[in-house]
């Protein structure tokens, strides 16, 4: 409560919230109340803060203010426009050495106008592709298809017939790529502030006064204050928060120390709004594309028998929940029937999943048609040869299906990897995403998504690096 209501002066509301639950009816107590909260909340976030082990997370938060009686200053508009931010120690044995590197960073910067080039790391597109690189496997699968071959499977024994449960302690978690511990991280909340982070100089006035928080600056400017010096601060938000974060540094390249231009900041890309933009990428691609053509079998025609009542809703404005729900459900369905498919040419004469169940396959068959079902679908070369062929020879409803079992399974591994900490199989999954979100005009996602992987595996010291990759994880 401190951390949001001045101590002298508690609203009316809170005393009469704290009135009704019974924790208190006397002004004078939720006053003292509210002022030892108030300095316990501000001592903490000096603690942390001074610290330098920690990353700021805003975002904006609007609420709707509706007036009983409307005023004459502005009748109409309602909605107040706030920032409000966290602090989260830095875990995982991160040291203050490893963000000693500001001024090393700062020669490399673009916008330093004493930069040389020879300074700026020149990394070729295709070295992206290589940061992760995987060992062959017996199975003749790559790691994206060993994926696709668990989920197979585990779709199956979750969502299949009830004879398939009794595989659940067989099947084990996926390879992991490169995991992040895990460790409880705490929170310190900082004090909300009035100001719309809808601009670089909004952007600017909130860190100023989310670092008078914490005790956080130039001692030239604000005596008593700690100075990073060579250190750098980790800053989080959305794509649109980092934009603004990246102009306000390049605005700022002439300052003559270095807490002026900002040098300290790195910005950390938060992946739940990655993973937002990547269900947003299949929307635009499967159901608002214009160029799309109706069938019997587009994403739609399936929707529209989950979900009768929201058609209007998906083809409009869905919202990531709906999207992501769409996915995951018309998902399994898909791959329950590529199951049914395959028994069936497998088995001959059975023909449904719950005669399959009947026949009590063995864990070993089970994982035998998992692999091949998961080589059924072509490479993105071969698919590519699919579709040059002649126009008669081509099967255009099965190839726009295979292109959404793709991308659905590419959402499911990027989210597995997102719940379960291992960076490295969501980094692994950025590529293809940038390609996406590349043909169907996410361009500034794709844009952000490169230059991470720049940052991050060319740029960062191998100190920062870690401090990067553990961080952007363990937000969401």
């Given at each position: ?83 409000t ?57 790559n790691?994206?298809?060993?994926f ?125 709004h ?18 799309k ?44 029937e ?41 490479t ?38 997102l ?48 401090v ?9």
């Amino acid at each position: 409560m401190g951390v949001f209501l001045h101590a002298c002066n508690v609203p009316e509301t809170v005393l009469e919230l704290l009135a009704h639950i019974g924790l208190s009816i006397s002004t004078t107590s939720v006053t003292n109340a509210a002022m030892n909260l108030s300095k316990e909340s501000s001592r903490e976030i000096q603690n942390v803060g001074r610290s330098l082990l920690a990353i700021y997370a805003y975002d904006n938060l609007d609420v709707d203010l509706k007036h009983l009686v409307a005023t004459a200053e502005d009748p109409l508009n309602t909605l107040v426009h706030l920032t409000t931010g966290l602090l989260m120690p830095l875990q995982h044995g991160i040291t203050l050495n490893d963000l000693d590197c500001s001024d090393y960073l700062w020669k490399r910067y673009h916008n330093n106008l004493n930069v040389q080039p020879h300074d700026i790391p020149n990394i070729s597109f295709h070295s992206l592709h290589d940061i992760h690189p995987e060992a062959p496997s017996a199975t003749g699968l790559n790691r994206r298809k060993r994926f696709n071959a668990w989920k197979y499977l585990f779709d199956l024994i979750e969502f299949g017939p009830s004879y398939f449960r009794k595989f659940k302690s067989d099947l084990k978690d996926p390879e992991v790529v490169d995991p992040i511990p895990l460790i409880k991280t705490s929170q310190t909340p900082l004090r909300a502030l009035d100001i719309s982070p809808n601009s670089a100089g909004n952007n600017a006035n909130a860190l100023d006064l989310f670092f008078q928080q914490t005790g956080v600056g130039d001692p030239g400017v604000t005596p008593g204050v700690r100075n990073p010096q060579n250190h750098v601060i980790l800053l989080s938000g959305d794509l649109l928060t980092i934009e603004h974060l990246r102009t306000l540094r390049a605005t700022r390249a002439e300052e003559s120390s270095s807490w002026g231009r900002i040098q300290y900041m790195i910005p950390v890309m938060g992946l739940f709004h990655l993973k937002m933009a990547c269900a947003d990428g299949i929307w635009r691609i499967f159901i608002n594309n214009k160029a799309k053509q109706r069938d019997s079998n587009d994403l739609m025609a399936h929707i529209s028998q989950i979900r009768p009542k929201e058609t209007r809703k998906m083809e409009t404005k869905p919202g990531f929940r709906r999207m992501h729900e769409v996915i995951q459900h018309i998902g399994i369905v898909s791959r329950l029937e590529v199951w049914r498919i395959a028994v069936k040419e497998r088995f001959g004469g059975v023909t449904t999943l719950e005669d399959f169940a009947k026949m009590e396959p063995a864990w070993e068959v089970l994982q035998k048609m998992a692999i091949q079902i998961a080589k059924r679908n072509p490479t993105p070369s071969g698919f590519s040869r699919m579709r040059t062929q002649d126009s008669k020879e081509r099967d255009k409803q099965l190839e726009n299906m295979i292109l959404r079992e793709e991308y659905f399974l590419l959402y499911e591994e990027i989210s597995h990897g997102l719940n379960h900490g291992d960076i490295g199989r969501v980094e692994s999954c950025f590529m293809p995403w940038i390609y996406i979100f590349a043909g169907c005009g996410k361009h500034k996602y794709a844009a952000e998504m490169r230059r991470y992987l720049e940052d991050v595996h060319f740029l960062y010291p191998e100190g920062l690096r870690c401090v990067s990759t553990s961080r952007s994880v363990s937000l969401n």
